[in-house]
Nanobody, 124 residues
């Protein structure tokens, strides 16, 4: 059973940094490809980035490329989203999600398990 819990959200000024964590209490994260998504007020959930199950391959949305970094520690059953140079447009609820199989996808529907989300607010 996969149970994802995000943490690390909060309020930060523009230009600042935050690191989000996504932990799996079921201790199965090493088997899954992981994605980070976000939903800003009034907008649909969008793909932020993803990492393959081994932690060796990542992909990012153009809007965060060069600013956000995803990493995966299978020994700790945790995935991280390091966010630097934050902008007010990055304000959203951030979710991690797990996907089985051998491919990565940016589609929300491709992910089977979801965390409850953590709020990130970037002030100008």
């Amino acid at each position: 059973q996969v149970s994802l819990v995000e943490s690390g959200g909060g309020l930060v000024q523009a230009g600042g940094s935050l690191r989000l964590s996504c932990a799996d209490s079921g201790h199965t994260l090493s088997k899954y490809n992981m994605g980070w998504f976000r939903r800003a007020p009034g907008k649909e959930r969008e793909f932020v980035g993803g990492i393959m199950w081994r932690g060796t391959t990542t992909t990012y949305a153009d809007s965060v490329k060069g600013r956000f970094t995803i990493s995966k520690d299978n020994t700790k059953n945790t995935v991280y989203l390091q966010m630097n140079s934050l902008k007010p447009d990055d304000t959203a609820v951030y979710y991690c999600a797990a996907k089985d199989g051998v491919t990565m996808t940016t589609n929300v529907s491709g992910y089977k398990y979801w965390g409850q989300g953590t709020q990130v607010t970037v002030s100008s």
